[in-house]
């Protein structure tokens, strides 16, 4: 459709009223100059369909003019009526310009004089328009009226059909409604009237248009000019790349058919699937679904998203750890962009099914598609297809990927098109090192490898020895002017090697960014109450960094943004920062082929090297790869090989995800026999790659051993064929609890129920604590004897019910052999239990870390994992009735966990991407409450809160901005709920 539309707005009109008096004229009604009249209401008219404002029209809710008998404010007006007679005389006796776009006698009134026209008569103005028409016709049409074919402009893609409509019957009415014809009224008057008539017409008929249900609102991919200009202000992108342009086009996607589109890391995928939300959003008044790997992306998406949604009238909602609500709030008016993990996503889809709203979720973006082939967390993620595609007809996928061997599986799957292409922003160089020489990557050389140089940097003997990889000389070559990662297979070897670099910087690394670096480390020591990791200590001050999950997510937060910002120019890390937050870096160092103990696969090398080049910063990227020579065939075959293919794990870990795809089924009533089970199953990539991972069993005995092993464990029955869930069956897809875990939960739960301590938080926090991290953690016994001597007595017979005696502990920490038998998953687990519930006496996750002599970040990853499995376990007990108590004692100790903080910083913490010392810093300069930063000037804040950079701030308030409009809607929504009439509500 056409760029150019009718922008409709609603003007509200002051109801203060002028005298009567002064509106009489030669124009007023005989009958109405003297003694009292009725008022008659009337439409606003004086809008020109060529003005390039934006029209603007009275609520049709209000009576505009109430009590005025004239639309004339004085009798000034005379005197331009008769200028316009004398200018329209002399009009008609010179040719008109060959550019003009008009010859109206409105032009020569201008905007004030439209509003000051008399009220528009029905008999005069039938009689006027007709006549004006036919003077049109004589004198070739040369009125300012547009064409009634016009389309409609970008701006009126708000609001419904339904409200354009009534604004017209409304100015029909008032028409009708008006007094009879004037006696005598002027030419100019007339053909004012007629005109003016006309143009209301013509707005009438545009409405109608806009109001029409279309897909397409304007000429940015289907969207208006402004979502342009809002990916310039927002993003800074000025124009998509060609192969986003193909993409956008594909015929797939303008039939809104199932698409997977897959590029390098870098090639700009997630723009691509942002436009198509927006377009899903804005045209088709559907919700969306885009489902992300990891916390730190669902929130750094929410911040980023937030501002559109302001903008354009939107909601975005977070669905990670523990936040999220099941069922979302149904929404009348506003359409919701759900922004979720893997498990949030399958969560959200299982509520929406059973709520029966699934087809309000118009399309489905899953970012990392090949996850699909990745363990439990590729099943949830086929889980949650399987059921949209079954479920919804109408419900679109999209999946972005990294290449795979296997794509037509997935697209067989997905019953999806592809879209392939290599492009790259910047151009990616590889290479790789082996002893002191360099070799550029090249397939089309017979052993992979063309000796491209010899590296350049003097060793002494004694630097040899510290360093014999050469990775100072490797990363000196673009620091500190350019930005470096060094990929490393342990966390401890990223602190050994940041430090081992920085033992051979020259000082003036010191004075590279001087005070950013010391403003850095003050935040480093605020966000450890006062603590700063020694290693982060010796090497910030060079302008180095390491990054693991070892950090706390605070500290991850600010070692991101200080890179991101030039203040750091290297971080080593772990190859997880490669699928996580973009960071990306001129060069790229591969310390080893391997991740731990394993050689890297093919999807991980590229997703590390993918990292290489800044687009808009560098021309180039590059990447190396140290090897040691007894690697290098197998490093010729990764450089070459083509990409792993992507299997279904549904029957992965003894079939456990495939058992809570039947469940769910069953439970959300989707399939109610194992005929329906089979039909369902063959959607799956498990079905479509069964020749390959189950050739020896048939899907319908698959079907029938799966269900055996649901109705051992009490979870399904069947009455003749149908199959129906138990009650424990239904806590546990409801709660999405690991069916490993079901059974155990609900015993420990009912033996709680027993003799639940409520002394203090340590017998609940043990009961969320979840199973999952048991077999990571090895106690200390010393630690544990000693914290446990610091319990109250009521505290330590907790211990005792649940079945651990202090006895037990004391030999342990003694070194002695104990005889009697104890379950040493629940020792380990009451262990854990303990580490949180000095957490939440004492929020110092530092202290706490070393209190047990655990690594923080092990500390932060339990924290986050135990508030999310209380939210899970809160909605277990929710359908079973006799574990009634733990519903209103589980909700507090959700928000505890969840962000294990002051109580008065909570609200702030609720802020996507908002952490501790960052609320903390926020609340002291005054900002207390959502509302204070929802309203805050970004520059302002940025200047407030030391380290705060102003783009950071402007999407802090935005998500802020977003919190408070969710929370402001779900309010709204819940009272007109209340105040409905019950559509049920008996009649007499």
């Not at 800074?236 to 060609?242: A, M, R, V």
């Not at 303008?254 to 377009?279: D, F, H, M």
């Not at 499995?869 to 079973?880: A, G, K, N």
Request: charged share 25%; proline share 4%.
């Amino acid at each position: 459709m056409s760029s150019g539309r009718l922008e409709v707005k609603i003007k509200r009109v002051c109801s203060r009223k002028r005298s009567r008096d002064n509106l009489r004229t030669h124009l007023t009604p005989v009958r109405k100059r003297g003694g009292r009249t009725v008022p008659s209401p009337t439409c606003p008219v004086g809008f020109s369909m060529n003005d390039g404002r934006a029209a603007e029209f009275c609520s049709d809710s209000e009576d505009l003019f109430g009590d005025y008998d004239s639309l004339l404010g004085d009798s000034s007006v005379l005197a331009k009526l008769d200028d316009v007679e004398q200018n329209e005389r002399r009009r008609a006796h010179r040719p008109p310009p060959e550019d003009a776009l008009t010859d109206s006698i409105m032009d020569d009134l201008g905007d004030d004089a439209f509003r000051d026209l008399p009220s528009s008569q029905l008999q005069f103005q039938e009689e006027i328009q007709d006549q004006a028409k036919r003077s049109r016709v004589q004198d070739g049409d040369k009125t300012s009226t547009p064409s009634r074919n016009r389309p409609p402009q970008d701006g009126d893609a708000r609001g419904g059909g339904r409200a354009r409509r009534s604004v017209a019957d409304q100015l029909k009415r008032t028409m009708l409604g008006n007094a009879a014809t004037p006696t005598a009224v002027s030419r100019s008057a007339a053909l004012k009237e007629a005109v003016v008539s006309e143009e209301i017409s013509v707005a009438m008929i545009a409405m109608e248009t806009v109001s029409a249900e279309t897909t397409d609102l304007g000429p940015f991919y289907g969207l208006p000019s402004r979502v342009k200009d809002l990916v310039f202000r927002l993003r800074g992108i000025q124009s998509l790349y060609e192969w986003q342009q193909t993409c956008l086009n594909l015929d797939c996607v303008q039939k809104r058919r199932n698409l997977i589109y897959s590029l390098p890391t870098s090639g700009g995928k997630t723009l691509v699937a942002e436009i198509l939300i927006l377009r899903e959003l804005l045209c088709r008044k559907k919700d969306c679904l885009f489902i992300l790997p990891y916390v730190s992306l669902v929130q750094e998406k929410v911040r980023g998203l937030s501002g559109f949604g302001l903008e354009l009238d939107f909601l975005v909602e977070e669905y990670a750890g523990s936040k999220g609500r099941f069922p979302p709030v149904k929404r009348r008016t506003k359409r919701c962009l759900y922004i979720a993990t893997i498990e949030k996503a399958h969560s959200l889809v299982n509520a929406l099914i059973e709520a029966g709203r699934l087809d309000s979720l118009g399309l489905v973006v899953v970012d990392e598609l090949h996850m699909l082939g990745d363990g439990s967390r590729g099943a949830v993620i086929e889980m949650t297809l399987v059921k949209v595609q079954y479920v919804s007809k109408t419900t679109q996928i999209i999946g972005m990927s990294a290449t795979l061997g296997n794509i037509k599986d997935l697209q067989t799957f997905l019953n999806a098109e592809n879209y392939t292409n290599d492009f790259r922003p910047v151009e990616l160089k590889e290479f790789v090192k082996l002893n002191d020489s360099i070799y550029e990557v090249d397939p089309k050389e017979e052993n992979c490898f063309r000796f491209s140089r010899v590296l350049n940097f003097k060793y002494s003997s004694t630097m040899l020895r510290t360093d014999p990889d050469h990775i100072v000389a490797l990363v000196t070559e673009v620091i500190p002017s350019h930005s470096c990662l060094v990929f490393c297979p342990t966390k401890k070897n990223c602190e050994n090697v940041a430090v081992m670099i920085c033992s051979f910087l020259k000082e003036e690394f010191l004075r590279h960014h001087e005070a950013e670096k010391r403003l850095l480390l003050k935040e480093l020591k605020e966000a450890g109450n006062g603590s700063v990791c020694p290693v982060l200590r010796r090497t910030v001050p060079l302008g180095l960094a390491y990054h693991h999950s070892g950090l706390t997510s605070e500290e991850r937060r600010l070692v991101e943004e200080a890179y991101s910002s030039g203040v750091l120019c290297l971080l080593t890390c772990t190859s997880t920062l490669a699928a996580g937050i973009n960071l990306p870096a001129r060069r790229v160092i591969l310390r080893s082929p391997y991740v731990a103990s394993d050689f890297l696969k093919r999807t991980q090398y590229k997703q590390m090297i993918g990292r290489a080049g800044r687009a808009g910063i560098d021309s180039v990227g590059e990447s190396f790869l140290i090897l040691q020579e007894k690697d290098r065939s197998k490093v010729q075959a990764l450089v070459s090989a083509p990409m792993e293919k992507c299997y279904s794990n549904l029957l992965s870990n003894d079939g456990k995800s495939f058992l809570s795809l039947l469940l769910s089924l069953i439970g959300l009533q989707t399939a109610s026999s194992p005929e329906q089970l089979q039909d369902v199953l063959q959607g799956t990539l498990l079905y479509v790659q069964r020749q390959h991972l189950f050739p020896e069993t048939s899907l319908t005995e698959l079907v029938e051993q799966s269900l055996e092993q649901l109705k051992d464990k009490d979870l399904v029955t069947a009455t003749g064929p149908t199959l129906q869930v138990t009650r424990l069956g239904r806590a546990t897809f409801k709660g999405s609890v690991d069916l490993a875990h079901s059974g155990l939960l609900y015993q420990d739960l009912s033996k709680g129920l027993e003799a639940l301590m409520l002394n203090s938080y340590l017998h609940l926090v043990y009961l969320v604590t979840p199973y999952d991290l048991v077999p990571q953690c090895k106690p200390n016994w010393m630690v544990y004897l000693t914290q446990f001597s610091l319990l109250s007595p009521p505290e330590q017979k907790m211990f005792a019910a649940v079945g651990v005696s202090e006895s037990f502990i004391a030999r342990k920490a003694a070194g002695q052999t104990v005889k009697k038998s104890v379950d040493l998953a629940v020792v380990t687990r009451l262990y854990l239990a303990l580490v949180l519930f000095f957490l939440l006496k004492e929020p110092d996750l530092w202290n706490v870390a070393q209190r047990f002599q655990l690594n923080r970040g092990f500390v932060q990853t339990l924290l986050s994992s135990a508030s999310a499995f209380c939210s899970c376990v809160l909605h277990f007990t929710e359908e079973l009735e006799e574990l009634w108590p733990f519903r209103s004692l589980l909700v507090e100790l959700v928000q505890r966990l969840s962000y294990c903080v002051k109580a008065e910083i909570v609200p702030l913490m609720e802020v996507a991407g908002v952490m501790e010392s960052r609320a903390k810093q926020l609340y002291e300069a005054g900002y207390r409450t959502l509302t204070h930063l929802a309203s805050a000037d970004p520059d302002l804040l940025s200047r407030t809160i030391s380290n705060l950079y102003r783009k950071q701030a402007v999407l802090m308030v935005a998500s802020a901005k977003m919190l408070l409009k969710e929370k402001a809607a779900a309010l709204q929504e819940e009272v007109e709920e209340l105040l409905a009439t019950p559509s049920d509500l008996p009649h007499s």
